[in-house]
């Protein structure tokens, strides 16, 4: 994997900022914000000058049990190849449910839900990584995400789940270390054990964001500066392995460019410190080796011990044991095959290429298990309806909330003009409108529903912003409006007839 250096989330917002940024290797891009015929200026320059631009999407739903669109991964796709990228990145994640697979309403989430960890997740996940493999011109890294909630009944650790992952497809990682920290605060899950068990030779690059806590839950906002704890995390990685490169994220509540200058420099710091102190660590083995070598015991034979030792250890098994093997064979019935050998063994794994491996097909029972357990958890989050078995409800109303939250926040960024219409009404009136209206067609219908909805009464409105409002809806309700009783309800709404 080619090795990008240090990089920032490319946002609109700070675009001008990070072309001036001293020490920035590569940026990274929300594909689904992108358009490959019309790349901002910004970036264009960056990429002339020689920056690397990786495209992060966030709508594929390789986690959900329908199999990935064609249409998103050839728009994903479009968006590698014109921007020359070297990988592009998606999430383990869910976006959407429902619809024929299980003969249930489709729904969309609006926003990243985890899969559970079982056997016919993974199974599903698998097969679709494959899918999206066999569609992108390069190679695939997909991410680990933050989550406020737990699926009951969980089969596997999130490091376990990602290792059988990486090792059945071949595919890299994105490690989100605020993330990892999220699901600590979250879900009780200790980052140092997800660390320990990744395969961490399959690191792409790695995540860090900041967020706040409330109530005792943590929020993965990427509008907050980075925490200690998540740089301590990050230290924790970088002492295992040295990642190809390091992405500090930021959406919203963008700061002066000094003090996105000064994450930066505290996540190289963090990364400095520990490659000292692994470097120390390397030298002290070197020094074990030359007195073994000096006593006439072969370096070989120090080093199967050592790695046996390490090996051991990682799954709780005294040292003093692993001596009696090789490491090779420790490795093996201490941990699994390695993603490396079964690399090797199946592709003949050569410098930056992606290895893959067979992949069975995901049953179409699995599909259909997964695809209802999905979508009655996104039915209670969006439409109300009552929580499936098992969850904690009070995690629910908090994961509901926050949707609606995220979906307020991006409609008003696709049309601006709602806020500044209804001014400080416009959150409170479509957090509770989100909450019992399941987002129908993506954002921007999401905007002319919500103002169909206030002008039908769903809010009150003054006079003068309800006349706006309304012009509003119809200019972008296209020449012929979905229908003219909508039409006319609408006019009867301002009238008062």
Not at 460 to 478: K, T, Y
């Amino acid at each position: 994997m080619a090795r990008l250096g240090t990089g920032i989330g490319w946002r609109p917002e700070i675009a001008d900022a990070v072309e001036r940024m001293p020490g920035i290797d590569w940026v990274e891009v929300v594909a689904e914000n992108t358009c490959p015929g019309h790349l901002p200026d910004s970036l264009r320059r960056l990429l002339d000058r020689g920056v690397t631009v990786v495209p992060h999407g966030v709508s594929l739903g390789l986690g959900g049990a329908d199999r990935p669109d064609a249409g998103r991964l050839a728009a994903l796709a479009e968006r590698a190849e014109a921007l020359g990228a070297p990988l592009v990145t998606e999430h383990i994640a869910f976006v959407r449910a429902g619809g024929p697979l299980t003969t249930t309403a489709r729904l969309e989430a609006g926003h990243l839900l985890p899969v559970p960890r079982t056997r016919d997740a993974l199974d599903v996940l698998c097969e679709n990584v494959r899918i999206a493999q066999d569609a992108l011109p390069v190679p695939l890294a997909v991410e680990n995400i933050a989550a406020l909630i737990s699926w009951p009944g969980e089969e596997m650790t999130e490091g376990q789940f990602l290792y059988e992952l990486a090792d059945r497809t071949g595919v890299r990682l994105l490690i989100d270390v605020a993330n990892l920290h999220t699901n600590h605060v979250n879900r009780g899950e200790d980052p140092a054990k997800a660390l320990a068990e990744l395969p961490l030779e399959a690191v792409a690059y790695v995540h860090v964001a900041g967020g706040f806590e409330r109530d005792g839950v943590w929020h993965d906002s990427h509008a907050h500066p980075v925490p200690r704890p998540v740089l301590d995390i990050l230290a924790d990685l970088a002492s295992r392995v040295s990642p190809p490169g390091v992405l500090l994220e930021r959406d919203e509540n963008f700061p002066e460019p000094g003090e996105l200058e000064r994450e930066l420099d505290a996540i190289k710091d963090a990364i400095k410190e520990t490659a000292g102190e692994t470097a120390g660590e390397a030298a002290k083995e070197t020094a074990v080796e030359t007195a073994r070598e000096a006593v006439g015991e072969p370096a070989g034979e120090a080093a199967k011990e050592t790695a046996g030792e390490t090996a051991r250890e990682a799954v709780g098994e005294p040292a003093g044991e692993a001596a009696k093997e090789t490491a090779g064979e420790t490795a093996r019935e201490a941990v699994g095959e390695t993603v490396g050998e079964a690399v090797k063994e199946t592709a003949g794994e050569t410098a930056g290429e992606t290895a893959q491996v067979d992949v069975p097909a995901a049953g179409d029972a699995a599909r259909q298990r997964l695809g209802l357990a999905q979508a009655a958890l996104l039915s209670a989050l969006v439409a109300g309806t009552p929580a499936p078995e098992g969850f904690d409800r009070v995690r629910l109303g908090v994961q509901a909330r926050s949707l609606a939250a995220k979906r307020a926040d991006v409609v008003a960024k696709v049309a601006p003009e709602l806020p500044g219409i209804l001014g400080t009404g416009y959150r409170p009136a479509f957090v509770a409108y989100a909450q019992g209206h399941p987002m129908r067609g993506g954002y921007r219908q999401d905007a002319l529903d919500f103002a169909e909805h206030v002008l039908l009464g769903g809010n009150p409105a003054g006079g003068r912003s309800r006349r706006e409002l309304r012009r509003w809806w119809l200019d972008r309700s296209g020449p012929a409006p979905r229908s003219r009783s909508r039409l006319a309800r609408v006019g009867r709404a301002l009238t008062g007839r």
